[in-house]
């Protein structure tokens, strides 16, 4: 009985979590990748992108091109939402440049 009570309440939180956040810098003139990935990613993927939460792949060991990772986070995959509706095309492409700079780490 507790185990299915734990599932909706992960899921939940992961939804709260990777969800849209209004306090999001849209809009800014320099827009920040690792402040949006913070609020957007963190949950599922962690600070250093090597989490894997409910499946999230380690990003660091991504072998996808630029343009594919904007791909994959405009429209989502699997579990992961499609954030072309929460953030704009140059947050989505800050974020992925991020994410490329996880994958360079010691």
């Given at each position: ?10 899921l ?75 953030l ?5 492409e ?13």
């Open positions: 009985m507790r185990r299915l009570l734990l599932f909706p309440l992960l939940f939180a992961m939804l709260l979590g990777c969800g849209s956040d209004p306090g999001h810098p849209s809009g800014t003139a320099a827009t920040d990748g690792a402040a949006i990935y913070a609020g957007q990613c963190v949950l599922c993927h962690g600070d250093d992108g090597k989490l894997g939460l409910s499946g999230a792949k380690d990003l660091t060991m991504s072998e996808l091109s630029k343009k594919e990772m904007i791909a994959l986070v405009t429209n989502g995959k699997g579990l992961m939402m499609p954030y072309g509706r929460v704009t095309a140059e947050e989505i800050a974020v992925v440049d991020h994410v490329r700079a996880l994958g360079k780490r010691p």
